[in-house]
């Protein structure tokens, strides 16, 4: 039995009053609290090892590059992937954001050429098709319409059902021959919904395109396979996931990686360089990890990935999965909408409302006066709020450290909020 009382215990932060009241922090799809050995694992790597990575002859640096590379096996352990030396998976980025934007530039690059024969398969032209869905996040959705604007593609993209699943009964008639890229998110960000990947990504296969996952609000909820999806890519933020701020990850399966030609240049990632010839890149990883890395928020990020790991990936999701059984019960409070799934099968604990007659910063505002945080606004994702004919909502979600008392202060203060606005 996993004493989940013990684990909220582990994060500081929430010891703590605001406005009077204990805080009640539902607001993790923005970015998760950090336990105390996350934030403990990066100032000891500053007080002890700190050094650049993957270069120098001195004993610091051999330690920095060992615990930087542990990290990316922890991190490759947490979701099904590679490890071993030179059959790595897992390449560091800036962020979900940085990543997708990695493989958007890189594929930019193949259109153009660049990579060769092998990075063809990545390549775009006119009449090629790229397809997301509308339940997209702007970091899908941007990178990938840049992408089709600079090749000349076309941006397709999945419709949702009426409660803002990505619809998969059409997949045949959006996915098509002309299909080179689909990109879609695990679990949509406003409703919270998992998306039915299964088929998209066998279809996608059938017609020799590159699946990419937005993995972000998949990863830190529930226990994520990527060999067993099958997926090509697949990128997520370590800030999300109870590690570090400015840090992610891309997985790409190692033969994609290695035709993937570099999205960024600099240091850390060639063989040769010359002045007057083509530089020799790296393997995967390092060709993808131009300059500096942010060794500490690596190190503290593989602490956070083996730190969920001990807790058990199954009984994380049964946990929150309890949470979400409890914050659906929003949807019987008069004047509740909610943005996504009813069934808790369906979704995690990322739930999104609308106050019929509130504006969601009047909704933030009265909940966050009770201590209770929460988000407000259209959560980079309008395309899913113009699906439900709204510009901005409000988002309640959890994390592993939240319990049932946070979720009933929540519903205790919703059901006062049309009251106090006289809705
Ligand atoms: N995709 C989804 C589904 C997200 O929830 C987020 C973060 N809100 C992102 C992408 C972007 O992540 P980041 O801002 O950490 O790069």
Redesign the pocket.
């Known amino acids: 039995m996993v004493d989940f009382a013990a684990i909220r215990g582990e994060f500081p932060i929430l010891d703590q009053d605001i406005h009077g009241h204990p805080l009640v922090y539902l607001d993790s ?3 998760s609290q950090k336990p105390q050995c996350v934030i403990d694992a990066e100032s000891e790597f500053y007080r002890t090892i700190n050094a650049g990575v993957h270069r120098g002859a001195h004993e610091l640096a051999a330690r920095s590059t060992m615990a930087f590379e542990d990290a990316r096996a922890k991190v490759a352990r947490l979701v099904g992937a590679n490890a071993e030396e030179g059959e790595e998976e897992i390449v560091v980025t ?7 934007n990695l493989l958007a530039t890189a594929f930019g690059n193949a259109s153009l050429g660049r990579g060769g024969a092998a990075a063809q398969r990545f390549a775009l032209k006119q009449g090629d098709e790229i397809v997301v869905s509308k339940a ?2 702007h ?2 959705l941007l990178p990938f319409q840049e992408l089709a604007a600079r090749t000349g593609a076309t941006l397709k993209w999945l419709e949702l059902t009426e409660d803002g699943r990505v619809r998969t009964d059409d997949l045949d008639e959006i996915i098509t021959e002309r299909t080179k890229v689909v990109a879609v ?1 695990h ?3 406003v409703t919270g919904a998992i998306t039915d990947i299964a088929p998209i990504i066998r279809r996608t296969h059938e017609v020799g395109g590159v699946f990419v996952l ?1 993995a ?2 998949s990863v830190p909820h529930l226990k994520v396979d990527f060999h067993a999806l099958d997926v090509d890519f697949a ?3 370590a ?2 996931m109870y590690g570090p701020t400015g840090v ?1 990850f891309l997985y790409g399966k190692r033969e994609m990686l290695e035709a993937l030609p570099p999205a960024s240049f600099g240091g850390s990632m060639v063989e040769l360089a010359w002045m007057d010839q083509p530089a020799q890149y790296m393997l995967p990883p390092a060709r993808f990890e131009a300059g500096t890395q942010p060794v500490a928020q690596v190190v503290a990020a593989g602490v956070a990935a083996e730190w969920m790991m001990s807790i058990g990936m199954d009984q994380l999701e049964a946990h929150e999965r309890k949470l979400t059984g409890e914050l659906l019960k929003m949807g019987d409070i008069e004047g509740i909408r909610i943005l996504g799934p009813r069934e808790n099968a369906d979704r995690i604990g990322t739930v999104a409302f609308d106050i019929n007659g509130v504006h969601p910063h009047d909704v933030g505002q009265f909940i966050d006066a009770q201590g209770i945080a929460i988000r407000v606004g259209h ?3 309008q395309p899913v709020h113009r699906h439900f004919g709204l510009y901005a909502s409000n988002r309640a979600s959890c994390g592993v450290y939240n319990n049932v008392e946070d979720i009933h202060a929540l519903l205790d203060a919703l059901g006062k909020v049309r009251a106090f606005f006289g809705a």
């Open positions: 799809a923005a970015t800036a962020g979900a954001t940085a990543g997708l997209e996040h970091s899908v998110t679990v949509g960000n937005d972000c609000q990128a997520w933020s800030h999300k992610g959560h980079c994702a």
